[in-house]
Every structure is written in C-alpha cells, then in structure tokens.
C-alpha cells in the first residue's frame, strides 16, 4: 500500500537567513525534494511545521506568497527550543518541513473589495503574505489599508519593505499606517513628525483614530497576539463591520497541523475546531459561535 | 555552544548521598564517550583534578544546602558558571532531609542524634539550591533518571534547554499498562501528584508511589490526595508522613501540615477542656 | 617549628572530608579528620514513620551501598516483628548483595582506587593509557548494577526488595542476561587481583589492626547475625553497642568507634581474613596465591581483598542465579507481616564494612526510636590512628609526600562520608 | 448471513485465528483489570470480561511510538516499518469498536496516518458481546451495538456464539474455518433477539444526550468546573484509557553524537498542564478549571457526526479521584 506519510517531513536548503530584529529571522527556503515542491502549493495564510532534527517541529506561518515552486519565506521569533535551533542554522544548513497546513486566507473571496489588514507585531508574517498577494494580482482588489502596531523601531520586521509602503504606497493605492507603542522611541517619533497622518503612538487600535474606516465591501484581516484580536475587533464591530467578513489567524499549540494531535482544540460541545485543520484562519463570526476562541 | 570548544563543567554535591553522581558514573557503556565532550573541571568524586577558579558553563549541582559551608560553596559556585543545573530531589527540593523542616527543629534533631545541643555544623535547614541562588534547570529524581540526565545533556550540546518533564507518574502507568494500584487496591500511590519520568518504576513493580521525584511545582494538587487517601481509610499522621517523605518544602505540602497540626491541637485543646 | 600538613579536600571518596596533620619537629601532635558533609539526621526523622516504608528512606543514607542499607532497614525490622523469609528470598538478597558488592568495588578498586597507584588524577584520563583496564572495568560495574536493576528495580535506592520478600520476581531471561554479563566479566574481576598484587603498595601506614567481619554463615557473604573479632570471639550483632562502643575521644575531632579500648577495622581486608576459609574456587585460589601480601597489619591491602571479593561475588551471583533457576522462580508474594512492639538489630556487611540497622516499634509499627552505625564511622578512628602513623613515618618528607600518603590510606578504606551519619566534627 | 460458532468449537476456531497472524485478546492481569495481550491459547483469554483498563486504541495509536530515525549527515530519515502480516484482535467490545470508529475519522477520513492505516488494514477485529456494569452507559450513547467497524461479531448465546459477519475478510475466516460453524436456526436467532433486548435493559446507568451540544455551551460558566477541578490531579488518566481520546505529543531524542535519533510520538492528555501551552508562557488553559471543562466538551461535541464519548466508563473508574463523568454531565443538564 502506497500511502504517503504525512508525518516525515521534507528538507529545505536555507538559502538566506537574515537577522531582521533580535529575535526574528527572515528565511529562504529552497525545497530540495522537486517532487514535493510541486505540490507545495500555498496560499497566504496557511502555515508549515518546521523541523529541526533532534530538538523538534514548530508551525510557522509561510510570510510570502508563492512566487516560485521551490520556494519559501518564513519569519521565525526566536523563542524556545525550535525557534532557537532555527536561529542557530546558516544558509546551507538544513530544514525539515511539513506541509502546507491550514485553510490561509480566502484570497478569491475577497476579490473586488477592499482590504483593511491589522498587524501586530509578528503577526505581520501571514499578512505579509496576502498583502503581496494583493499587490501582485492588483487589480483584483479595491482599497489596501494596513495598520501595523509595533513596539519599537528596532522591532519593525521587513523594515525597509514597510517603510516604503509607508512612504510611497499611496502610489499603489496603499495606505499604510504604523503604530508603536513606546513612546520614547525617537526613531518612530520621527516618522510621526514625518507623517503624522499615518503614524501614532499607542497601541495598533489607536490607528482607526487616523483613518476612518468603513464596513463597505470591506474584509477585514487581522493577526497579533492574542489579546490584540478582542480589541480590533471591537473597534471593527463599532464600524457595522460584518462578522463574516472580519478574518482572523489564530495560534495555538500545535504538534502535527493535520488534526491528530489535539493541541489546538477550541470550542465548547456546540462547536469544536481543531486550529490547525479548520483555522488558523476563521472568521469572527465563527469565533462568535466557537466558545474560548479568542 | 555549538563553537568547536567543549563547554567547560564542574560536578558538584553538596549534602546528600551522592546518587546523581553516581547515577552519571552509572552510564558506563557510554561514560567515557560523555565525558569526552565536556572539559571537567571539577568532579569530586570521580577525580583528583580541579581548577577551582575556572569559569563554568555548566555546574551540575546535586545535594541540598544544609549547612553554612554548603551554603559558601553554593554562592561560589555561582559566581563562576553560567548555567546551574540542579540534579535530584536534595537540589530541587531538599529531598528526605527536609522530611521534618517546619515540625523538628535542627536543635531537636541535634539532641537525638547526637545526643547534644551544640551546633557541631552550623546547620541549616535543609533546602533545595533555588532558595538560594538562580538556578537554569532542575532534573528530578532521587535518584535522577540516566535517559533524562543523557537527554539533557545532548539538548544541551545541541545548545538547546531540555524540554522538562511536568506531568504525573499515572501517566507513565497507563503508557505502561500498569494497573492502578490506589483504584484497585486502595494502596496509599502518590502518582496523581508526583513527577514523572520514572517510568513509573514502582507501580511496575507492584509498589505504590512514595514520591520520590517530588510533586509538581504549581500543579499537584496535593490537598485531594488527603482527601482520596482519606477516603481510604489512613490516618493524617500516616499521610502527612508520606507526602512529607519528599515534599517537606513543598508550599501546599507545609500548608496542609500547618492545617492539620492546627486542628489537631484545637481538637487536644477541646478535649482537655472537656474533661 | 610547628607545620599543618593538609589535605584539603578529600576526592575520588563519596562524601567530603579533610585531613590535618600538626607536625612540630619531628613530631606529629595532632590529627584531624574533618567531615564537613552537612548531616542529615536520618534517625530523627525516620521517627513516626510505619515500618513499611521505613527502608525506602533509609536506604537513601547512602547511594553506592543503597542496598546494604536497605537489606539492613529490612532485616532489623523482620526481626524486630519476627518474621522468617523463603529460602527464594534469602538466595535473591544473597545475590542483591554481591551485585551491589561487584559495582561498588570495580568503582572504587578500578576508579578511585588505582588511579593512585598508576599515577593519575583520575579513570577518565587514565583511560587513554590504560584503555583495557579502564574498559573492563566499567563493564564489571555495570554487570553489577544489572543486578540493581533486575533485583531491586534501579541502580540507586530500588524498590524492589520488601520486609517479608520480593515485590516482583525477576524474570529467568533477565538473571539470565545477568549470568551471562557475569561470565564475560569475571576476567575483569581477576585482572584487579592482578593489578592490585602487582603494584607498589607502600607500607608507611604499617601497624597491628583489630579486625571485624559479620560471620556469613557456611559460606563467604555479606549476611550474617554474627560479629567476628581477630582476638578469636564471636558476638551476636545485637550486642553492636559494646563492639562500637561510639564515643567522643577528647584529642579528637570525631565521635570514634572503638573495641576493648583500641581502634577496629571492617571491611574488605578484615572479612577476607576472618572469613578466608570461606572463600571458594578462584576467589580461594587467589587468596592462598598472595596470602603473603594479605596482612592484617598493612590497611592498604584492602584494595588487594576487594580485588579478591570481586571475583568471589561474580562467582557467587553466577552460583545463586543457578540456584534460582533450577529451583524454579515461584511468584511468593511478600510474607505476611504482623507488627508488635519491640526492638530489632540487623546488620550486613556493606561493601566498605559492617552495617548496624537498631529500631525500636510502637504496637503499630512506627518507629520510635532509630540507630545506625556506618562502616566508615567505625573506621574513622582506625584511619586516625593510620594517618598518625604514616606521618610518623613520613614526618621528614614533603608535605607533598604527606599528603599523597594520607589520601592514598583515606582512599584505601573506601570511606563513604556521605552516609557516615555519625562522625561528628567538634569544634 | 448469520452464522453460529458452537461453543466447543472455539478453541478450533482460535487455532484458526493463530494461523492468520498473532492473536490479542483480553487477559485478566490483575483483581480488577484485563488487558489485551498477545496470548498462544484459548485457556490464557477471558471474553466474560467487562472492560480493560487500556482500550484496543493502543495496537492503533501506540501508547509510545517512534515515528521515524533520522542521520542528519546523511539527511536521510527511516520510516518504521511496521510488523507487516495480518493481526487478530478477539473479543473488542462494541463500545470499543465504536470508539475506534471515531479515531478513524481522525486518523482516516483525512490526511491518512500511515502507521494507523497499515494497522488498521492489518487487523482483523473480533467483536464479542458483553454484559453491562454500573459503569457502563454505552447504550445512552448509542455504541452499545456494533452496526460496523469489525469483522466478525460472537454473540453469546446458549449453544455457543451467534456470528454476525461485518466485512469479506471476516467472511473468509468463516469459509476457511467453515466446518467450524453451522447455520443459524430460528431459535437461534431469536436467542440473539432476545438477549439483546435483555442487555438493553440492563444497564444501569443512563445519560440523555438529546442536546448535550447545547446544554454544555450553556454551562461555559457552571460552577462544576470549579468544583470538580478542587478534586481532580490534573493526571491524565481519564484521557488515557479513554477509547477515543487520541491527542499526542511528539518529542526528539538524539544520540550523543548529536546527529543520529528518533522522532517519537506518545499519547498526550489534554488534562495536563503543558497542553494548551505556547511560546511565552501563555496557555489557553491555564488551570484544571479550563482544561476539565475543555475535556468534557470536547467528548459531548459531534466531530464528523459522531460522539467523542463512546460511554465505555473507564474514565469514571480509574479516576483516582473518583470524579464521575455521568454524575457532571447530568449536572449540566440541570438534572437532580
Ligand atoms: C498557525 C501558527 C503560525 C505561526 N506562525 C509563526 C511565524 O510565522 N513565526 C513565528 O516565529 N512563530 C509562529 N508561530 C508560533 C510558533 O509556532 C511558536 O513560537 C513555536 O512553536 C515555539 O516553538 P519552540 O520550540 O521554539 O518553543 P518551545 O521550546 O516549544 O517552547 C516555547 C514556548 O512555546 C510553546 N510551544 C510549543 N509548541 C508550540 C506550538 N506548536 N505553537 C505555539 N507554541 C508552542 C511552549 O509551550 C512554550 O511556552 C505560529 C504558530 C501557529 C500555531
Ligand atoms: S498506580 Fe499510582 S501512579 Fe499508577 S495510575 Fe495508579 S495512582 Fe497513578
Ligand atoms: S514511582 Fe514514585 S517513588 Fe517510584 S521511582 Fe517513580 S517517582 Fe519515585
Ligand atoms: S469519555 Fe469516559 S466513558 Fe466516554 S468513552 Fe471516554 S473513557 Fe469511556
């Protein structure tokens, strides 16, 4: 019987692996298996377990829409046993991944309408994902505004890529806004003299005081952590946004992405999910009727 | 620690039977080829050779603090490695010796040993090396168990914390296929509360559960194991005992004495008042 | 001219110990053994505790004699309650025994021991120059710690052996595997006569010994009810008191053992010699072959008789499992026991010397009172009286001399601070 | 088609069965346990038990197992083979049937698990009919018949075993055993009928589950999760010998020379503290309170149409703290 397992991962040659902050890492994956690179087919949103033999597997978001087919980008924070391994390894060096796992954002769906994406922190990897998705296959959306909370300048991923959003993706019909949240911060502080339209201190929901944003053949889609999503959401709701169209990507502990291990189970007896299989990317209206789900 | 240098050690114990390292001593088959990894800096009970100032990465430590001197060594040992490992009950939580901590008092114990008051040691008493000093990761055990020593070490080669085993010996049990011995039989296991990673050794063997590798910090819930015991039909005294045999220092373990000593001296009171 | 000749701190020991030497001129004033483990006062707290479980903390005295402490704990209390065992029983702790015998002897003879003698802080940085010897050696111990496992569950504080018996029996394949992990090791075990009557052993800490052994019965052990004395008495262990006779010696810093007034050795060297007629097969073979470097008088022959218990044991354990096997293993259970007041004295012979286990019971069967007398502490005032003797003798030489002397007579002993409950530092 | 196993034929038939491949079957190991357990002859098995404490799940999802040994040098990582060859696993009750019914929806229906598959296919499964205790509720949840999931049925009846067939391989152990059994006569049939209506109503033990979903939403905030966390240890037992419980957790082990080692798999308890855990110390169920309530709902909830609760009552008796599963879902329903 000739059953694939799903179980035993495929390696990855890093290509690039580059400090982005202290603790976050932008990675190339090459595919080295070409017969499972093919049918790596991936969406914004959806996510791999990464490997490092002898310490473990870890689900990270993909951060990057699929461009080529051997090709992967991942945005790893270091911080436990996995993550710190990945850190460790250098370009040449091997990863073991699984996947692509989870439903990703459903980039069809959204076409034709405009886009309002919130980031916090390194939630801005899955959403970086649509956002190039967006950008690449342009004139298939409306509006893109994305708001982007920060700690601190040091602490912005994809500085450089952002920043030029941030300045110019007006151009693109991109509006790009930035919060941070330590207010001593003079880098940031800066960019707020710059532009204070566009930038602010506080938390990421202090962005909808600079733009005004309206539930019209809008989706909304959000990730942070976890405590972010009841207060964008909140803010969302004040606006008549419609539940069905707020999405969101959750975490949770995960230990196969495939709906067996059980770690990621939320929900009470009326509405049980599984993250990993179901998620992680649902919609408030499922997060309504799905008890404990944020 | 990855560089080509191998990370410098320092084997240590303060007071205690010296099983853990015995217990590293005990992986023969592969004890040279371990030991060849490590630069040793200090080993007493296994070499002559010491650098006593060298810096450390690693100190495993075993041995609780229970004298002033141990106390000395602690802080200097501190003072030069980067990582402190606590291995076994005695580092962790005082193991057997802190079995009386809150109810004897150290001159007590002087008297019934030695049959004097004087402080021959400068005694304290018993803890684990945490109520001291930081320490970076604790292995239970009494003794601790060779694969989780070995897989702590190799995660640590790797530059990597070990993942820490927190989850109780009935695990281990029903992994094992091991029949229940407090549902069937009624005998007193400490398995709902104790740590793992034993394998659940004594079970397998038909024994109940003394608790040798300690209860799990912020978890175990120490007052329904009263309770169930209870249930059971043992006395306090006799429950107190056991979970004390390797919890003295355990916060919710000290708490139920306090409770239970409290009300048995309320019920004393009551009586003589009676009569 | 007054010089502190000292060594600071005792390694390759279990436990943590120092030696002074005051020398004034050519005279040696003062010797002091200090013990500066933190004591642990396991006679106090064992109070209260019900019988059953009471060898489970005692035998946690100590790591390497773990299960002379627990045959001792279990011992006491049968006796104390009366209660007779299988003769499966007694062939299982027999070899318990031997097993913990061979792993405790190839660490100390091989590893702590014989460092000393081929000039080495240690076995790891021998091993590069004596690969063969290292080698052997830690396939010995571990063919003696396959017994720890198999019998009493692990290597250090098992659970197995019970009061009234054996939890679990052990399975035919597993004394098996340890019959055969005995027959490939027993080379190892006479490579350590080998050596031991090969090299140099100095002979600065000469001087006459009272010697103790338990009496094993018909034949050479480690279990007995009997004390053997060299000046030809026999006692029964409960009379351990008078033999001990623990007391505080005013010159010195330690609570000392001592018998009719002198010091006493136990230990590998006194069995050997009270027992020698006891011994079998190759083990006896062995003893008549260098029975002229077996005196009593020099101490530091006691690796020499470890050497030659090694290859006794492994012929023992072999013996036992035969015994075992063609008896048939019988699932017994544990006897019953039924508790009473009282009072029991057990002893066995751990690998270092005589162990003394004394509990009084309540009607239920708690302790109400404990004693325990350590092989180390009765010979701690023996090891005074040798490192006297050896500065003595050595009191022109170096300090570094000194030194090398005095830890190489505290490393002969096999001394095991650790769970030396007894040896008090006074101040 | 309906067949009977007449009683003194089933040592013949057992001798059958050890020709198709290694036999399981229960075995009592202690006063109140059985366990499934390879066994070489009839007399060693005991098909009047009532449960053992480990569900059959364990020759499926095995309690520890290794997943695959990698050589990173090489980059090369081995899949473990598995035994290869049928198995037979006699005498599965219905509960238990029912119960790896809804692992296979997990393991199966989706994204297949290799190493369950194999095992699943490489097993012949032979249920055996069973006489409830007090602690069985498995009718109220409707897994006490066996519709499928097995391959032949032994119904006890007077003159030996009423056989229900439930797939080909079964039928061929019939074809090749066929002298072994004999048609099922009228009487016999209506033994069958009538011992299962007395089963039905024997249980002592019942759970109504009409709108269990609901009335466990409801008691999101109930004070029983409080309560019942002060008795419960947080050990994990009641997930482990659960017969449709199946998370687990996955840990790497190297050798010393860091390069070769195992990735292994070990049932996981979603009682336990570190479940719910992820980086930053944050965990979605921090306390005994979160995670009971999360157990219960998860076993109340439909998972592709099926109950996660299959009313064995293993859960309820080898609680060491002997908290009762019946007991607190009635109390969510508000029942006295
Ligand atoms: C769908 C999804 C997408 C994710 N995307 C990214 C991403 O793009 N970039 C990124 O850096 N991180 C991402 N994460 C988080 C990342 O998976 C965890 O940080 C990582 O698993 C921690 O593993 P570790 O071994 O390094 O930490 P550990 O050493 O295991 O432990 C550190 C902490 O992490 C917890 N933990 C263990 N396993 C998991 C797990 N599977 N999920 C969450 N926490 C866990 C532990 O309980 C502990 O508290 C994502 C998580 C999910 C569920
Ligand atoms: S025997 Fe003890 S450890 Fe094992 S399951 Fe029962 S209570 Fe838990
Ligand atoms: S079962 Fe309990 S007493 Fe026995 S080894 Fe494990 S933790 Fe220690
Ligand atoms: S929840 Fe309890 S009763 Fe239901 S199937 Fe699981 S173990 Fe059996």
């Known amino acids: ?294 | 620690m990855t560089n080509t240098q191998k990370p410098k050690i320092g084997i240590f114990s303060l007071t205690g039977c010296g099983g853990d390292q015995l217990m590293i001593l005990n992986l023969e088959p592969i004890l040279l080829d371990l030991l060849s990894r490590f630069e040793i800096k200090d080993f007493q009970e296994a070499s002559s050779y010491k650098e006593e100032e060298a810096e450390l990465d690693i100190a495993l430590v075993e041995g609780s603090v229970s004298t002033k001197t141990d106390l000395e060594k602690l802080k200097k040992i501190r003072e030069r490695s980067k990582m402190i490992i606590a291995i076994g009950d005695c580092a962790i939580g005082g193991c057997v010796q802190a079995m009386r901590n809150g109810q004897m008092s150290m001159e007590e114990r002087m008297r019934k040993v030695y049959g004097v008051d004087v402080d021959y040691y400068d005694v304290l008493e018993p803890k684990g090396i945490s109520s001291y000093v930081n320490v970076e990761l604790e292995i239970p055990g009494c003794p601790i168990e060779k694969s989780q020593v070995l897989h702590a070490i190799t995660s640590l080669l790797h530059g990597d914390m070990p993942e820490e085993i927190d989850y109780p010996v009935c695990v281990e049990c029903k992994l094992n296929g091991y029949p229940c011995l407090l549902v069937e039989k009624g005998l007193p296991c400490l398995g709902p509360i104790i740590t793992a990673g034993c394998d659940a050794r004594c079970p397998g063997l038909g024994l109940d559960c003394i608790g040798c590798r300690g209860p799990i910090r912020d978890e175990s819930n120490v007052a329904a194991e009263l309770e169930v015991l209870l249930e059971k039909g043992y006395d306090e005294e006799y429950i107190l005992n056991r979970l004390r045999f390797f919890g003295g220092n355990f916060e919710d373990i000290q708490k139920l004495t306090k409770r239970i000593s409290e009300k048995s001296k309320g019920r004393r009171n009551s009586h003589e008042e009676d009569s | 001219m007054k010089r502190i000749v000292e060594v600071e701190e005792l390694t390759r020991v279990e436990g943590h110990g120092r030696i002074e030497v005051t020398i004034e001129g050519t005279e040696v004033k003062e010797v002091k053994m200090n013990i500066f483990e933190g004591p642990r006062f396991f006679e106090a707290f064992i109070e209260s505790v019900h019988y059953e479980k009471v060898p489970d903390i005692m035998r946690r005295i100590c790591a390497i004699c773990t299960a002379s402490h627990s045959l001792a704990s279990i011992r006491t209390i049968e006796k104390a309650f009366g209660v007779d065992v299988t003769e499966q029983t007694k062939v299982l702790r027999d070899l318990l025994i031997h097993g913990e015998i061979i792993e405790s002897h190839a660490l100390h003879v091989f590893m702590l021991a014989l460092p000393d003698y081929l000039g080495f802080p240690d076995a790891i940085s021998m091993a590069s120059k004596y690969p063969k010897e290292v080698k052997a050696a830690l396939q010995l111990k571990h063919a003696g710690n396959m017994v720890h496992n198999v019998l009493s569950g692990r290597e250090v504080h098992g659970m197995n052996e019970r009061v009234g018996g054996f939890s679990t029996i052990p399975s035919e394949k597993s004394l098996g595997e340890i019959k055969r992990a005995m027959a490939l090791n027993k080379a190892a075990a006479e490579l350590a006569v080998d050596l031991f009557s090969k090299v140099e052993i100095p002979k600065y800490a000469e001087s006459e010994n009272a010697l103790m052994a338990l009496d094993p019965g018909e034949k050479f052990g480690f279990i007995g009810d009997y004390v053997l004395v060299s000046d030809g008495t026999r006692h029964p262990v409960e009379d351990y008191l008078e033999l001990t006779n623990e007391r505080t010696v005013k010159h010195s810093h330690a609570k000392f053992s001592s018998y009719k007034g002198s010091s006493f050795m136990v230990g590998a060297l006194p069995r050997v010699l009270l027992n020698r007629d006891k011994l079998e097969g190759t083990a006896a073979w062995l003893y008549e072959k260098h029975e002229g470097l077996l005196t009593s008088s020099n101490t530091l022959m006691n690796n020499l008789a470890q050497a030659i218990e090694l290859v006794h044991s492994v012929d023992r354990c072999i013996e036992d499992i035969d015994i075992l096997l063609s008896n048939g293993l019988k699932d017994e259970g544990l006897v019953e026991v039924t508790p009473r007041e009282g009072r029991g004295v057990g002893a066995v012979e751990a690998p270092r010397g005589i162990l003394y286990h004394d509990y009084t019971f309540d009607e239920e069967g708690c302790i109400l009172k404990a004693n325990v007398i350590t092989p180390t502490a009765q010979n701690a005032a023996n090891m005074e009286k040798d490192y006297r003797v050896a500065a003595k003798r050595l009191v022109r030489e170096p300090d570094e001399k000194i030194v090398n002397a005095l830890e190489m007579i505290a490393r002969a002993y096999d001394p095991c601070i650790s769970c030396s409950v007894h040896l008090t530092r006074i101040r | 088609m309906y067949k009977v196993l007449p009683k003194e034929n089933l040592q013949s038939l057992f001798e059958g069965l050890r020709k198709i491949g290694d036999v399981y079957a229960p075995v009592k190991i202690s006063g109140l346990s059985h366990d499934f357990r390879k066994v070489n002859s009839i007399s060693e098995v005991d098909l009047e038990y009532t449960r053992t404490m480990i569900p059959p799940k364990k020759f499926f999802v095995k309690p520890r197992e290794t997943l695959f040994e990698f050589d990173e040098e090489k980059l090369q990582y081995a899949e473990v083979q598995n035994g290869g060859g049928l198995n037979v696993i006699l005498g599965m009750h219905a509960c238990d049937i029912n119960g790896l019914k809804v692992i296979d929806a997990a393991y199966i229906n989706e994204n297949p698990d290799k190493y369950y598959m194999q095992r699943r296919e490489s097993t012949l499964i032979i249920g055996v009919s069973c006489t409830p205790d007090e602690y069985c509720f498995c009718r109220s949840m409707g897994a006490d018949y066996a519709v499928d999931g097995f391959d032949l049925f032994l119904h006890e009846i007077g003159r030996g075993y009423f056989v229900r067939i439930g797939s080909e391989k079964g039928l061929r152990v019939i074809e090749e055993n066929s002298s072994l059994f004999e048609d099922a006569s009228k009487e016999d049939i209506e033994e069958f009928k009538e011992n299962e209506r007395r089963k039905a109503e024997s249980f002592k033990l019942e759970l109504d589950i009409s709108g269990l979903q609901d009335m466990l939403d409801l008691a999101w905030d109930h004070p029983v999760w409080e309560e019942t966390a002060e008795e419960c240890f947080g050990c994990g037992t009641c997930n482990l010998v659960c017969p449709t419980c199946r998370c687990y957790d996955v840990a790497d082990y190297v050798e010393l020379d860091l390069k070769r080692g195992e990735r292994l798999r070990r049932w996981d308890s979603c009682m336990l503290r570190k479940h719910g855990l992820v980086a930053g110390g944050l965990n979605f169920r921090p306390t005994r309170v979160e995670r009971l309530r999360n157990r219960f709902n998860c076993k109340g909830s439909l998972v592709n149409g099926l109950l996660n609760c299959v009313g064995c009552g293993r859960c309820t008796l080898y609680c060491p703290a002997e908290i009762d599963f019946v007991k607190i879902m009635k109390r969510i329903r508000g029942e006295p």
């Open chain 1, 1 to 294: 019987m000739s059953v694939r397992n799903v179980l035993v991962p495929s390696p990855a040659r890093i290509l690039k692996s580059e400090d982005m902050t202290d603790i976050e890492k932008h990675i190339e994956l090459e595919i080295l298996d070409k017969e499972f690179a093919k049918r790596f087919v991936y969406k914004p949103g959806q996510f791999v377990e990464v490997g490092v033999m002898g310490v473990g597997e870890a689900p990270i978001s993909i951060c990057a829409a699929r461009k080529k087919e051997d090709l992967l980008e991942l945005c790893v924070r270091k911080v436990g046993r996995v993550t710190n391994a990945i850190h460790r390894l250098k370009p040449g060096d091997i990863l073991w991944i699984r996947g692509p796992y989870g439903n990703g954002f459903p980039m069809e769906n959204m076409e034709g309408s405009n886009l309002l994406l919130v980031a916090g922190g390194l939630g801005i990897a899955p959403l970086r994902g649509v956002l190039q998705y967006a950008l690449t296959n342009r004139e298939k959306y409306g509006t893109i505004t994305v708001m982007y909370g920060i700690r601190c300048y040091t602490a912005m991923l994809w500085r450089d890529e952002f920043l030029q959003l941030f300045y110019e993706g007006d151009k693109n019909n991109v509006e790009f806004f930035l919060s941070y949240e330590d207010p001593s911060d003079k880098q940031c502080y800066e960019l707020q003299c710059e532009r204070s339209d566009r930038c602010m201190s506080g938390v990421v929901t202090k962005l909808f005081e600079l733009k005004e944003v309206k539930p019209e053949n809008t989706y909304a889609v959000i990730c942070g952590p976890p405590i972010m999503y009841k207060f964008v959401v909140q803010e969302l709701m004040k606006r008549n946004f419609d539940p069905r169209k707020i999405y969101m990507t959750l975490e949770r502990r995960m230990k196969c992405g495939l709906g067996k291990c059980g770690h990621c189970i939320v929900g009470s007896g009326r509405n049980m999910k599984f993250v990993c299989k179901d998620g992680p990317v649902f919609t408030y209206w499922d997060a309504l009727m799905t008890k404990g789900m944020i």
